[in-house]
RNA sequence: GUGGGUGUAGCUCAAGUGGUUAGAGUGUCGGGUUGUGGCCCCGAAGGUUGAGGGUUCAAGUCCCUCCACUCACCCCA
């Protein structure tokens, strides 16, 4: 009989691997805690109503990415593809900006597209998000992405490049849109059939395309950035201004451009040399107007997502030290022996210790062999010989050592030589 | 969705131009004198060679189809 695998693009995290998502998990906890944000946790499916608005009728995502289905009856339901829509349904379902005038909010998940999969690319992947509500401050916007870099350099990511760009407000950007489209138009003949395509739906995509052609065309187009209204040009110098009292380096990309609609003003990414294609392991920006798309106050907010799987794939985080080894391994001889192993090893381990054994009634060799093979600092042999003795041999598996253990009291002396240990 | 690459034991890989019972390392299990791990030695289990079809006296090897994995385009975390 065929078993049954995995579906394509959906991954299993094995143990050995999984330690690693929990090291990484805790020390974001840890920091984003520093910085007052507190944990929400989303459904993973919502409304499809919910991602054609808030990311965009037009953008891939929504087009052709996303997985969609019928609930019975007939409302349209979606696999969230990314977590900042769910973050903003819940915050305007819930008031939350009625409690605080600010509110920061993170949140850990899988997200669902499906594209085809490929290094760094999957069809369910876990995100870390950061959302901040409720401020417009330049300063906010540097708090949060230097939040997302001090966590980077705390799971050891210390050669990340981080990039920044603005893409301006509706003050601005349509005027732009309108400047460039009228420049790109004139030259038309030279893109590639995608960005003649998106000259009609969404001609400020053309600066993120990657043909040779298309780069060179707008390696000499005029900029957002120097089209910027003057507050979008105060809120990106203060941005900047801002980074620079930290030690977080960054450089400004003015073709960078992010493929989800609600993003105005800041705009950041953080890639790394060392994912092939799929660089980029953080990504986020400002997005004002989101919350008002959604029918609710006016709030602005900034976020970002961290791509889990890329971010695990090149922090260096060493296998031993997020695996603990066991404490103590019993090797029972004998159906007395292991009913006796039975009592003391979940003994043990109630108490707080971590114990092995096993009811294989393998022989003694294998046994040790096994405390070996699984690291274990001692092991308690109990045979037949030592059950009539009321004794056990407690063998330092460093120094080959072994010392008479009183049965009776076995807990408590066991535990009191782990401790010291 | 479009290309390229790759599919042999749990894992990493061998098997000159088709030619006996498809091998090795590693891992698993057992053994190397009575009940003592590591190093070393011996043994065992473990394969429908991704699946199906074709060519041939003969296919892991050549051809076709499908599937899976993988890298890249696209897009993004």
Not at 56 to 82: A, C, H, N, Q, W
Request: glycine share 10%; with cysteine.
């Amino acid at each position: 009989m065929k078993i049954i695998t995995a579906v394509r693009g959906f991954k299993d995290i094995l143990p050995g691997e999984s330690e690693k998502w929990q090291y990484v998990e805790g020390k974001a906890r840890e920091i984003f805690g520093n910085f007052g944000f507190r944990e929400i946790v989303l459904p993973i499916l919502e409304k499809t109503e919910l991602f054609k608005r808030s990311i965009g009728e037009t953008t891939d995502i929504v087009e052709k990415e996303m997985y969609t289905f019928t609930d019975r009856g007939d409302e349209s339901l979606t696999m969230r593809p990314e977590a900042t829509a769910s973050v903003m349904r819940a915050y305007l379902e819930h008031s939350l900006y009625a409690s605080e005038s600010v509110v920061k909010l993170y949140t850990i998940g899988p997200m669902f597209r499906r594209e085809r999969p490929q290094k760094g690319r999957f069809r369910q992947f876990n995100q870390l998000n950061a959302e901040l509500l409720g401020s417009k401050d330049p300063r906010v916007d540097a708090e949060v992405i230097l939040m997302l870099i001090h966590f980077l350099r705390g799971v050891g990511v210390s050669d990340a490049q981080l990039e920044i760009n603005s893409l301006g407000c509706p003050a601005c950007r349509p005027a732009f849109r309108d400047v460039i489209h009228a420049y790109l138009a004139g030259k038309s003949d030279g893109l590639c059939e995608d960005c003649q395509r998106r000259l009609s739906t969404n001609p400020l995509r053309v600066f993120d395309c990657k043909v040779e052609g298309c780069k060179e065309i707008v390696s000499t187009a005029p900029l957002l950035i120097e089209f910027l209204c003057g507050e979008c040009r105060d809120h990106f110098g203060e941005v900047q201004a801002g980074l620079r009292q930290f030690d977080t380096p960054f450089t400004v990309n003015a073709r960078m451009v992010r493929g989800l609609d609600y993003y105005t003003k800041t705009a950041f990414e953080v890639t790394t040399g060392a994912l092939g294609a799929q660089n980029a392991i953080a990504g986020g920006g400002r997005y004002d107007r989101l919350v008002e798309d959604l029918g609710g106050p006016e709030s602005p907010g900034i976020g970002f997502a961290v791509g889990l799987e890329r971010l695990i794939a090149v922090a260096p985080i060493p296998d031993e030290g997020v695996v603990g080894k066991p404490d103590l391994f019993i090797a029972a001889l004998g159906k007395e022996a292991q009913d006796f192993a039975f009592v003391l090893c979940n003994r043990l381990r109630m108490a707080g210790a971590r114990i092995e054994t096993d009811y294989a009634a393998r022989s003694l060799k294998s046994q040790m062999k096994r405390s070996d093979k699984l690291g274990c600092r001692f092991t308690l042999i109990l045979g037949e010989r030592e059950l009539q003795e009321k004794k056990a041999l407690l063998r330092d598996m460093k120094g080959s050592a072994q010392q008479p253990i009183g049965l009776d009291d076995a807990e408590t002396t066991i535990l009191s030589i782990l401790s010291k240990n």
